[in-house]
């Protein structure tokens, strides 16, 4: 996995003319795991979003170093939402979607994405219909989906809340086990800052 930074320069966020939280100025380097922990409601998933380009923010996000386009950036920093986001149609569908998009220069590994679905606890098949998948199923299936493009950082917005307490360790090694840099929300503090090697807390602006 090559080498990258994502750095984030004063970052805020505005909303219907209210600032959300006071600006954001951190680092995150591969291999390490950062929790954005702070009050409820003072805008932490939205922050989320803001690092994965997806919300209009304030401040700077970048690579360092740099990819040549938006595309790419969201290929290499990748977002997994609390709420599941399904396509109709398979998981095998809903998985290899990312590699439709010009962006991808892979193609789709059934194997990979087999393996990587029963490291979850989901020993499905790939032809099975997603719409019928549990929350918990679906939200498990989105973390694999953002697996498998190869990112060098993962945006986990309460990657465990719809899980069982099985689930949820198996998506924590997994986690753990991943080569690249991490941002956190969790509404779980002491799960999120035992995940983190640092901390950064978003305070009301």
Not at 15 to 41: I, K, Q, Y
Not at 91 to 107: D, G, I, P, R
Request: hydrophobic share 45%.
């Amino acid at each position: 996995m090559k080498r990258v930074k994502l750095m984030v320069d004063q970052l805020a966020i505005t909303m219907d003319g209210r600032r959300l939280f006071a600006p954001l100025t951190f680092e995150v380097t591969m291999g390490e795991r950062v929790a954005l922990v702070g009050p409820s409601g003072v805008g932490k998933s939205t922050a989320l979003r803001a690092l994965a380009d997806l919300v209009p923010f304030e401040g700077d996000v970048r690579l360092d170093p740099p990819v040549a386009s938006r595309p790419s950036f969201r290929r290499t920093v990748t977002y997994v939402s609390q709420a599941p986001i399904m396509w109709s149609g398979t998981v095998e569908t809903n998985l290899a979607q990312s590699f439709l998009y010009t962006s991808a220069s892979e193609v789709f590994d059934r194997s990979r994405a087999t393996s990587e679905l029963s490291a979850l606890g989901l020993d499905i098949s790939l032809d099975r219909d997603a719409a019928s998948l549990s929350g918990g199923e679906q939200q498990r299936v989105q973390l694999v989906r953002a697996l498998l493009v190869n990112p060098c950082f993962l945006l986990l917005d309460e990657p465990t809340s719809a899980l069982d307490e099985v689930s949820a360790r198996r998506v924590t090694d997994r986690v753990e086990a991943f080569e690249g840099g991490v941002v956190l929300v969790s509404h779980d503090l002491a799960w999120a800052r035992d995940m983190a090697s640092r901390v950064i807390n978003v305070s009301p602006a």
